[in-house]
């Protein structure tokens, strides 16, 4: 009977080579595919949400939803800070959007933060806060106010749910409210004719506050240079899509 030969060390190390080179080639690629169906989902949630933010103003004389959330008769309602998820939840279900959309899960990133239910916003412009400086005749309140609905951003991924909507400055080169970066270095953001979109980051500064802590950003960051970011496309992409236009003459990069 024939001695069966064992595997040398030199062989046994060959083997675990090839298979940490196996797995340092097949873990990105698995870590980008789950990453990829997280986006996907993610922009199926603000396809689902924009085409009830048009079935509710087709249902209401074209009065858009308001987008404050802070409002008892809000998209959804903000119910506090720090409640439990079946509060958050009761605020989601008031809100006057689930009746065309309703699924709890619709209203979530896959990325979301844990803890919280709703992580899309509405954009001021969309029938939003007021008090942006340059904005009162901006501000669209019914969506035959809408030019090239293809252009103009309703919603976006921010993360988590404020009591307010989401803020951009319109007459200055800079944040307000954090961007974030949801999918790897951008985010997914849906338009009032009810298409969702991936938009990827090109300034590295966008990234940059897109990782701050968001506590500092409500506090510090938002009211320092760090908020100030001149001839960031990014920057200038957003506010158009907000806002239709710039209300000042950008820098050059």
């Not at 949801?182 to 990782?211: C, Q």
Request: aromatic share 10%; glycine share 8%; proline share 5%.
């Amino acid at each position: 009977m024939a001695k069966q030969r064992a595997f040398t060390l030199i062989e046994l190390l060959v083997v675990i080579a090839i298979i940490a080179i196996l797995m340092a080639i097949l873990i990105p690629a698995l870590q980008r595919a789950r990453e990829q169906g997280k986006r996907a989902s993610c922009l199926n949630n603000l396809r689902q949400l924009a085409m009830a933010w048009i079935m509710y103003a087709d249902e209401n004389d074209d009065k858009i939803v308001h987008a404050d959330t802070g409002r008892n008769d809000a998209w959804v309602r903000w119910l506090g800070r720090g409640v439990s998820e079946q509060t958050q939840i009761t605020g989601l279900k008031s809100g006057l959007l689930y009746p065309y959309c309703p699924d709890v899960a619709l209203f979530k990133c896959p990325t979301g933060i844990r803890g919280e239910t709703v992580t899309y916003a509405i954009v001021d412009a969309m029938n939003g806060y007021e008090g942006i400086p340059g904005t009162k005749s901006l501000m669209i309140y019914r969506r035959t106010q809408i030019r090239r609905p293809n252009e103009r951003m309703v919603f976006l991924d921010e993360g988590r749910l404020s009591p307010n909507s989401w803020t951009i400055w319109y007459d200055q080169e800079r944040w307000w409210d954090q961007i974030t970066a949801r999918h790897g270095d951008g985010t997914n953001v849906a338009f009032a004719d009810g298409r969702s979109e991936y938009w990827k980051w090109k300034d590295p500064r966008t990234v940059e506050i897109a990782e701050m802590d968001y506590d500092y950003w409500q506090n510090t960051g938002r009211n320092g240079g760090q908020s100030n970011s001149p001839g960031n496309p990014d920057l200038h992409k957003v506010q158009r899509a907000v806002w239709s236009k710039l209300g000042y003459t950008p820098s050059n990069p």
